[in-house]
């Protein structure tokens, strides 16, 4: 492993903050996978960048709360608070992470459970309305397994 789990963690909140979309690039798998708070799903760096690219407004940040990590690096846990805003309206959504960290030190899986829908920022509805986001941009297979890990998180066998 060549970066705590932990650090990774706050590189990505950083870089995400910051609309530092090739630094984050360079901690993101290239296959990773995105599960969203409304299970969509998507799948591979580019697709990942582009999406963030796309919905991430300019008025944006993170506060990083807490960061737990496995002992062995390969999982991390993050609270965070989003701060967004959309045209006149602020939005602050308390938000849970799931990050996979392959052995090679870059997020394979993310997670995100979000805390606050009842702050639904419009045009983001669930997994199953005509205005979400996941009803035209997923792009990842359904998952059979909640406790399954992404293939590329899996250690190469003994």
């Excluded at 990773?32 to 697709?47: A, S």
């Excluded at 506060?63 to 002992?71: N, T």
């Excluded at 045209?87 to 995100?112: K, N, P, Q, T, W």
Aim: aromatic share 12%; glycine share 8%; with cysteine.
């Amino acid at each position: 492993m060549t970066s705590s789990a932990t650090n990774i963690v706050e590189r990505f909140f950083s870089h995400l903050t910051a609309r530092e979309w090739s630094d984050l690039g360079a901690i993101l798998d290239q296959e990773v996978l995105r599960i969203g708070p409304f299970g969509d799903q998507l799948t591979g760096r580019q697709v990942y960048l582009d999406f963030l690219t796309a919905t991430v407004p300019s008025e944006y940040g993170n506060d990083l709360l807490q960061v737990i990590s496995s002992s062995d690096g390969l999982f991390a846990f993050a609270k965070v608070t989003e701060h967004l805003r959309y045209g006149e309206v602020e939005f602050h959504l308390d938000e849970a992470y799931s990050f996979d960290i392959g052995d090679d030190g870059m997020i394979c899986r993310v997670e995100i459970y979000w805390q606050t829908p009842q702050f639904d920022p419009g045009g983001f509805g669930s997994a199953t309305s005509n205005d979400s986001y996941a009803s035209s941009n997923s792009t990842g297979p359904p998952r059979s397994d909640p406790k399954s890990r992404h293939d590329k998180c899996d250690p190469e066998p003994k």
